[in-house]
């Protein structure tokens, strides 16, 4: 039971050096819990408009991008700066408020 024991830490401290190695190497990262990296690319929103074609808004680091999808492939509507997609976002009344 010993050597079970031992031979399971021994592969756990071979692993751990492993990952100590390659990250010092720069060839793995590797975010601990409490580390949150920016994220460049995020999915904001998805307008379904037949089961084959949707529009997609989605942000890539300090860009909007409106890309159309459809099953011949994929068509950039609108690109512009992420604030400015923003303030237009702001200056849109809700569908909700008019009311």
């Given at each position: 039971?010993?050597?079970?024991?031992?031979?399971?830490?021994?592969?756990?401290?071979?692993?751990?050096?492993?990952?100590?190695l390659l990250r010092s190497?720069?060839?793995?990262?590797?975010?601990?819990?409490?580390?949150?990296?920016?994220?460049?690319?995020?999915?904001?929103?998805?307008?379904?408009?037949?089961?084959?074609?949707s529009v997609?808004?989605?942000?890539?680091?300090?860009?909007?991008?409106?890309?159309?999808?459809?099953?011949?492939?994929?068509?950039?509507?609108?690109?512009?700066?992420?604030?400015?997609?923003?303030?237009?976002?702001?200056?849109?009344?809700?569908?909700?408020?008019?009311?």
């Amino acid at each position: 039971m010993f050597q079970q024991v031992l031979a399971v830490f021994l592969v756990l401290g071979l692993l751990g050096a492993a990952l100590w190695l390659l990250r010092s190497r720069g060839l793995a990262r590797f975010a601990g819990p409490g580390r949150r990296k920016s994220r460049h690319l995020e999915a904001i929103a998805r307008l379904p408009l037949t089961p084959q074609h949707s529009v997609h808004l989605i942000r890539v680091s300090d860009h909007a991008i409106l890309l159309a999808l459809s099953p011949t492939g994929c068509t950039v509507v609108e690109s512009l700066p992420w604030s400015q997609a923003a303030e237009l976002e702001m200056a849109q009344p809700r569908a909700g408020a008019a009311q």
